[in-house]
């Protein structure tokens, strides 16, 4: 159980163009849906915290307008990177966290990895 | 001062042996500490959970707890070729994000 998922798992697009990403909890309801960055050899940082049917909370520094994010249902978010430039290409991950867990444990998805030309 | 600091490695050890990763800490507002694993290009898989100071034990698997020492080590025993990964430590305040340390490079050599 706690299986997330991520589509696609790999994009490459032009530079100026809008990419969407889903990601899906196929077996539990998540309450909550964090959106992360990796940059090569480097640690996961948060870019927003998103909650069903309101709007992401977005960290410091983290552009709301370039990052789009929908948390439609419990079972799936989107993020769009909106005019997508090569300084944006990264590893994208999703994570979902189990209603009424203790601690909230958060069950990562496999990621996507964007490169922009 | 990053928050959760962690030794990149790489860490290279033969088969058989213990291994020790280790992080430190600076926000005594931490509450719940995790270690993950990952793999290339993968997402991060949860290996161990601990809330507060104390050990753990799962199978291989020993994480520990110092919060008095904002410390916190995760040992693995009998280390196989297959445990060649990144471990990244994590930790939790109340506000339910996770802060990641920068994650360590691991190799197990047959």
């Known amino acids: 159980g706690a299986v997330v998922s991520q589509h696609p798992s790999w994009v490459i697009c032009k530079s100026g163009t809008s990419v969407k990403i889903e990601c899906r909890s196929l077996d539990f309801q998540a309450t909550t849906m964090f959106w992360y960055r990796q940059f090569p050899k480097q640690s996961l940082m948060l870019m927003a915290t998103?909650?069903?049917?309101?709007?992401?909370?977005?960290e410091q520094g983290v552009e709301k307008d370039k990052f789009l994010i929908n948390h439609a249902s419990l079972t799936l978010s989107t993020l769009t990177v909106t005019s997508a430039h090569p300084e944006d290409s990264s590893f994208y991950i999703c994570s979902a966290s189990l209603s009424g867990r203790a601690g909230n444990e958060q069950f990562f998805g496999p990621g996507t990895r964007l490169t922009v030309l | 001062q990053k928050e959760v600091e962690q030794d990149p490695g790489p860490l290279s050890v033969p088969e058989g042996a213990i291994v020790s990763l280790n992080c430190t800490y600076s926000n005594s507002a931490f509450q719940y500490f995790m270690w993950y694993r990952q793999y290339s290009r993968k997402g991060p898989e949860l290996l161990m959970y601990t809330y507060s100071s104390g050990n753990k034990e799962d199978g291989r698997f020993t994480a520990q707890v110092d919060k008095s020492s904002k410390y916190i080590s995760l040992f693995i025993r009998d280390s196989q070729p297959s445990d060649s990964a990144t471990y990244l430590c994590?930790?939790?305040?109340?506000?339910?994000?996770?802060?990641f340390g920068s994650g360590t490079r691991l190799l197990v050599r047959p």
């Open positions: 994590a930790m939790m305040d109340s506000s339910y994000k996770l802060i």
């Open positions: 998103s909650n069903e049917g309101s709007k992401a909370t977005y």
